[in-house]
Nanobody
Framework: QVQLAESGGDLVQPGGSLRLSCAAS????????MSWYRQAPGKERELVAK????????NYADSAKGRFTISRDNAKNTVYLEMNSLKPEDTAVYYC???????????????WGQGTQVTVSS
């Protein structure tokens, strides 16, 4: 099994910045795409950004383009989300999502973190 531990959520003023981290641990054979999702109160969970394993090419939701940067450290099995110019509408619980194999013989599975709260308010 793969466990995900997120950190970095906080209360920040509009225009501020935060850096979220998500470290994968446990039985890991290989990690593929790593992503960040978010879910605001009363809304569906939505993709914020994802990054592949082969090329580390990032993809962003329109709401994140130009303000957020996703990156990964494969040696540490960790994905980051650098968020700048934060807006009140960015307020949500942010979830880490990882596609991984725990063993070579196992299929690729999707794992979710517990979530970290980001609140943007003055």
């Amino acid at each position: 099994q793969v466990q995900l531990a997120e950190s970095g959520g906080d209360l920040v003023q509009p225009g501020g910045s935060l850096r979220l981290s998500c470290a994968a641990s446990g039985s890991i054979f290989s990690i593929y795409t790593m992503s960040w999702y978010r879910q605001a109160p009363g809304k569906e969970r939505e993709l914020v950004a994802k990054i592949t394993s082969a090329t580390s090419r990032p993809n962003y939701a329109d709401s994140a383009k130009g303000r957020f940067t996703i990156s990964r450290d494969n040696a540490k099995n960790t994905v980051y989300l650098e968020m700048n110019s934060l807006k009140p509408e960015d307020t949500a619980v942010y979830y880490c999502n990882v596609n991984a194999k725990s063993q070579v013989s196992q299929p690729i599975r999707t794992y979710w973190g517990q979530g970290t709260q980001v609140t943007v308010s003055s």
